[in-house]
T-cell receptor, first 116, second 111 residues
Framework: GAVVSQHPSWVICKSGTSVKIECRSL??????MFWYRQFPKKSLMLMAT?????????EQGVEKDKFLINHASLTLSTLTVTSAHPEDSSFYIC????????????FGEGSWLTVV | AQRVTQPEKLLSVFKGAPVELKCNYS??????LFWYVQYSRQRLQLLLR??SRESIKGFTADLNKGETSFHLKKPFAQEEDSAMYYC?????????????FGAGTRLAVHP
């Protein structure tokens, strides 16, 4: 089956620094990737839709200057949390859509971010 | 507004008992509905989608447009069904298959 991999699985960073999380589709091309955020015991909240070769589409209330998303290739999207604060600590999950249409979505294993 | 509601945070049953995880949605158009499952320490994975009308691992879900519901059912629960279940909605108009998730229901099946 299709595999989506995130790196790193967990990261600790200091307040004020920036941290990058990668999302890769290992065996298929993903024109569209999605970034979610999940708080403990809460649901997944869609942050943005990442389209290869174009700007990401952010959901209402998500700061695009704080959560920078880049989708430079058909197999890689990155989420950079800039000037991180403790309240940014969360579980970040990406998913990738296989192909150009349809609803076959594959999820990454998630990345834990802790800002201290 | 697009919204998915899963009223139960936890559903606890004994092995062999029937299970119904409730899901209601709010959307003005004709969405596509999904159930995703997350087993302990594993990533989120698709369980089933309403357009497929299939049964996966004994689970079924019927879309009721009149009641705007998509409840997940299984006649006889197994211990290995214990997991977190998320109902999700994908608006057709989105075109990019973004998913709106409910809060999730934890199913605990006891021996």
């Amino acid at each position: 089956g299709a595999v989506v991999s995130q790196h790193p699985s967990w990261v600790i960073c200091k307040s004020g620094t920036s941290v990058k999380i990668e999302c890769r589709s290992l065996d298929f091309q993903a024109t569209t990737m999605f970034w979610y955020r999940q708080f403990p015991k809460k649901s997944l909240m869609l942050m943005a839709t990442s389209n290869e070769g174009s700007k990401a589409t952010y959901e209402q209330g998500v700061e695009k200057d704080k959560f920078l998303i880049n989708h430079a290739s058909l197999t890689l999207s990155t989420l950079t949390v800039t000037s991180a604060h403790p309240e940014d600590s969360s579980f970040y999950i990406c998913s990738a859509r296989r192909g150009f249409s349809g609803n076959t979505i594959y999820f990454g294993e998630g990345s834990w971010l802790t800002v201290v | 507004a697009q919204r998915v509601t899963q009223p139960e945070k936890l559903l606890s049953v004994f092995k062999g008992a029937p299970v119904e995880l409730k899901c209601n949605y709010s959307y003005s158009g004709s969405p596509e509905l999904f159930w995703y499952v997350q087993y302990s320490r594993q990533r989120l994975q698709l369980l089933l989608r309403h357009i497929s009308r299939e049964s996966i691992k004994g689970f079924t879900a019927d879309l009721n447009k009149g009641e705007t519901s998509f409840h997940l059912k299984k006649p006889f629960a197994q211990e290995e069904d214990s997991a977190m279940y998320y109902c999700a909605l994908s608006p057709f108009s989105g075109g990019y298959n973004k998913l709106i998730f409910g809060a999730g229901t934890r199913l605990a099946v006891h021996p």
